[in-house]
């Protein structure tokens, strides 16, 4: 019979994790054996502070232990130093340095761990596991001496290895060029960083700091989008956004619409070249916008995401797209790529590394998939319709069972682009649209400015600064003119005397309703005409066919639900966008927004590296649908063309509005409203 004690047992919270260790063994030591997930960038030596670790005391007959005060080794030098220059919360303790002494349980916090939760603020949370591909590792590197010839390199690798079990790893060139008075003027203490790749390949060593790096390193997630780009800079140890900044795609002055951009190429000799220039600048110009404001240099942002659809793709790439413009829409490459910065002349740090997603197919691209990886419409039980609003709209319809893809060319009209009184959204323009059906009076909310136009105030408030109307704007405004009774079905704008509001004014053969008139202070006039209206009706018939002819190929009438996604899709009213005809019936509370998924689809892949290879398998499995060639798509875009629809029913829709049944003249004018009066007796 064996009477010997048995070693102290220890316990971590929350991953539930246990094992018996000797007295004396550091809790990280414990911690990396039983592969609890506790961060440490020093090694163990007590300068990151990254494995702060919370003993608990007393009771726990769930683990079936008592713990004591004793259970850890005393407080000692290292962590008070720490705490008297940096602080420590009481009761914590550094991993590294507390030693086991008796049974214990060990609560690891989440700042401790090192796959950290990044909650996304928005409607619906969701959680990025904190997972990057570069990482930074301490170590103390034995001195070179005259009996062992080995280079200084040789002997980082060694301790790489032996510190933190590193093997096989590869240095850059402009680290190896660094590394020496690096070494030196850290005393033979270095931190460096690692990137691994999201397959886990080679290691490589892009950058080395002397002694221990106090700071962090940085990534950047970008979509590239038709009209707009948007970067995020962010922190890649904690996941924080640390700045967020977008533009104009400069693009836009070689066309509106990708096939306008595709055709610029075929046009022009060269022509792509010019485009491939304009984007990478404007990026490199977002880069040092986003830089600025964290006041983060430039060199230590060592990784990037991007995505972008699949013109924007192969534009970015330095690649004509000249065979996207025609069936069989080839990519050149549908496969995720792995590139330098400085492949693509982005002024980062020269070592970094950029991730692009892969492509679904020709017109449905990386930023598709970085929507799918954001709302994961295969990991859902409902059958979801993810709607990706913008130029060019690209759709996902499925569930866990089977994802299908397709894109629609919306064109600009819902950017405010073509639109009378369009403009971007800025302070000034208009956003939000309610009018009285019985008055037909509107009243409307300006961006930057919180009063509604009818309240008092506003004038003071907002002066001449009303400015045009923007894509959630026009959406809800012809949306209320058909709740109204100002356009009929078909989208025919009623004359003055058909409606009954001096608000309607003729313009030629046709009507526009005024919205604002700030002429006599010098301010624009605000109205929405007939050719407005038939613009929105065109964008959102392409919307809508796309999704029905998903729909057909999924063989279902109806959809659980709804998510608005794209930057402009996390301002449309789900109300008004039903009204409108631009997604299909469903329940209200089903229909939700997704704010910009392509950009947190980019976050995801930047913070997550795992993420990369999920989407890449997920990819593989979607089944594309192409809208170009399908004979039903053109049927589908007609009845669209109806607000909301010509022959699709709307039940859900009907629970919750009214929808005048007038009839207005296509020509508009006075003539056509005397025939109905006749007709009507």
Not at 84 to 98: F, M, N, P, T, Y
Not at 264 to 291: D, K, W
Request: hydrophobic share 40%; aromatic share 4%; charged share 20%.
């Amino acid at each position: 019979m064996n009477d010997a004690p048995r070693d102290p047992l220890v316990v971590f919270t929350p991953s539930g994790k246990r094992g018996r260790f000797p007295m004396g063994t550091p809790i990280l030591t414990a911690a990396r054996q039983l592969g609890v997930d506790l961060d440490s960038v020093c090694g163990g030596r007590g300068i990151c502070s990254k494995c702060q670790i919370t003993p608990m005391y007393g009771d726990f007959p769930k683990h079936g232990v008592t713990v004591t005060e004793s259970a850890l080794s005393p407080w000692n030098a290292v962590e008070e130093r720490y705490k008297s220059k940096r602080g420590l919360i009481d009761g914590r303790r550094l991993g590294c340095q507390a030693t086991v002494q008796g049974d214990v349980v060990v609560d690891v916090p989440p700042e401790s761990q090192v796959h950290k939760q990044v909650v996304r603020k928005r409607a619906e949370a969701r959680e990025i596991v904190m997972d990057p591909a570069t990482r930074l590792y301490y170590v103390e590197v034995v001195e070179p001496d005259m009996h062992n010839p080995r280079g200084d390199l040789e002997r980082l690798m060694d301790a790489l290895k032996h510190q933190w079990g590193l093997e096989g790893l590869t240095c850059d060139l402009r680290a190896l060029q660094v590394l020496q008075p690096v070494l030196r003027e850290g005393k033979w203490q270095i931190t460096v960083a690692i990137h691994f790749g999201h397959r886990r390949s080679t290691g490589r060593i892009i950058h080395a700091w002397p002694g221990f790096h106090e700071g962090s390193i940085y990534g950047i997630a970008v979509d590239v989008g038709s009209t707009t780009i948007a970067c995020h800079l962010c922190d890649l140890q904690s996941g924080d956004v640390l700045a967020s900044s977008g533009l104009m795609n400069p693009q836009i002055r070689f066309g509106e619409d990708l096939m306008s951009r595709v055709s610029y190429s075929m046009m022009h000799p060269g022509g792509h070249r010019e485009m491939t220039a304009a984007v990478r600048e404007a990026l490199n110009t977002l880069i040092g916008q986003v830089a600025e404001e964290a006041g983060v240099a430039r060199e230590l942002i060592v990784e990037g995401v991007l995505v972008g659809n699949p013109v924007m793709h192969h534009l970015l790439l330095g690649i004509d797209p000249v065979e996207l413009g025609g069936a069989p829409f080839a990519l050149a490459t549908s496969d995720a790529i792995t590139l330098w910065s400085a492949e693509l002349d982005l002024r980062m740090h020269p070592g970094a590394r950029l991730y692009i997603l892969p492509c679904i197919a020709g017109h449905v691209g990386a930023d598709a998939a970085a929507v799918a990886l954001s709302e994961s419409p295969h990991q859902q039980d409902e059958l979801m319709l993810v709607v990706d609003v913008g130029t060019n709209a690209e759709i996902l319809l499925g569930n866990r069972k089977h994802v299908l893809a397709c894109s629609s060319p919306t064109g600009p009209a819902f950017e405010g682009a073509q639109i009378s009184s369009g403009q971007r959204a800025a302070p000034g323009a208009i956003e939000r649209v309610r009018i009285d059906p019985a008055t037909r009076e509107p009243r409307f909310r300006v961006i930057g400015c919180e009063l509604w136009s009818n309240e008092p105030g506003f004038a003071d408030a907002v002066g001449t600064g009303v400015t045009g109307i923007c894509g959630s704007g026009i959406i809800e405004v012809i949306a209320e003119m058909r709740l109204a009774g100002i356009i009929d079905e078909d989208g025919a704008i009623g004359s003055a005397e058909a409606v009954g509001s001096e608000r309607l004014i003729q313009e030629g053969r046709t009507w526009s309703y005024v919205l604002w008139d700030g002429r006599a202070e010098g301010g624009p006039l605000i109205s929405v005409t007939q050719n407005d209206v038939r613009a929105i009706q065109l964008a959102k018939a392409a919307l809508y066919a796309g999704a029905r002819l998903l729909m057909d190929q999924m063989g279902v009438e109806s959809v659980d639900r709804v998510v608005l996604a794209g930057a402009f899709g996390a301002h449309i009213s789900p109300l008004h966008a039903m009204v409108l005809g631009m997604i299909p019936d469903c329940p209200l509370d089903k229909v939700s927004s997704a704010g910009n998924a392509a950009g947190t689809g980019s976050r995801i892949a930047l913070l997550n590296s795992g993420a990369r290879r999920e989407i890449e398998a997920v990819v593989r499995e979607i089944e594309k649908v192409e809208t170009a060639v399908e004979p039903r798509f053109q049927e589908h875009f007609i009845n669209a063309m109806a607000v909301p629809h010509k022959t699709a029913g709307f039940p859900n829709l009907e629970t919750l509005v009214n929808l005048p049944t007038v009839r207005f003249e296509q020509g508009g004018g006075d003539e056509g409203a005397r025939r109905r009066r006749r007709a009507r007796g």
